[in-house]
């Protein structure tokens, strides 16, 4: 099943901050952070895995509730390059293929 | 490192056509997957590979449908005979291992249009 991303859209201006929740209603192992600029592939961001860790580069950070089965994706200071479709992607195990959610499309204006 | 590699980017083709697309993973990535991508059902994984071995068909949507991973470093996916609901974004990634623990590097994908 699918894992559901809100909100599923969200316009900033550059310099404020966004969260980007991720859920499942299974029991997960990781949960992994893409995004997607418009005609091009998914990056990776991050990966958090089962264990509750907070992990982060630049001012993009993410957290892991594996109680809950949550995870959110923190964007402080937005810059105008952090447009674009954010996807979570869910592993219920370390053998397991990985899900993706349905996206967060984000603009970031002037 | 190149990255994956995709071709071809783009393809247009008549319904009822075959299509192949085609892919490199990254050198040494043991695991490889291709991808669907629309606007109705998102991001889908259609198949994966292990050291040149089919693990996982599942998502491959009908018999239409075929991949194969004949050595390490090429696989194609092919739709014979192709349909206009085909029309999507096929990306391929390769990884170190399976999605537990290991991220997935995506090539820059096709777009395909079945008219």
């Known amino acids: 099943q699918q894992p559901v991303q809100s909100p599923q859209a969200v316009i900033l201006r550059e310099g404020e901050d966004a969260v980007i929740n991720c859920s499942s209603s299974?029991?997960?192992?990781?949960v992994h952070w893409y995004r997607q600029k418009h005609g091009e592939a998914p990056v990776f961001l991050m990966i958090?895995?089962?264990?509750?860790e907070q992990k982060g580069h630049d001012k993009i950070s993410a957290s892991f509730n594996e109680k809950k089965q949550q995870s959110s994706l923190y964007l402080t200071a937005s810059q105008l390059s952090y447009s674009g479709t954010y996807f979570c992607g869910t592993a219920t195990g370390t053998a397991s293929k990985l899900t993706f959610g349905t996206g967060t499309r984000l603009q970031v204006t002037l | 490192d190149a990255g994956v590699i995709q071709s071809p980017r783009h393809e247009v083709t008549e319904m009822g056509q075959e299509v192949t697309l085609r892919c490199k993973p990254i050198?040494?990535?043991?695991?490889l997957f291709w991808y669907r991508q629309t606007m109705m059902r998102g991001l889908e994984l259609l198949i994966y590979?292990?050291?040149?071995?089919?693990?996982?068909d599942s998502g491959m949507p009908e018999d239409r449908f075929s991949a194969k991973m004949p050595n390490a470093s090429f696989s194609t996916l092919k739709i014979q005979p192709s349909e206009p609901r085909d029309s999507a974004v096929y990306f391929c990634?390769?990884?170190?291992?399976?999605?537990?623990?290991?991220?997935?590097?995506f090539g820059p994908g096709t777009r395909l249009t079945v008219t």
């Open positions: 958090l895995l089962k264990g509750g």
């Open positions: 050198s040494g990535h043991d695991y």
């Open positions: 590979f292990n050291n040149n071995v089919p693990i996982d």
């Open positions: 990634a390769s990884s170190l291992g399976l999605a537990g623990a290991y991220e997935q590097y």
């Open positions: 299974k029991a997960l192992y990781s």
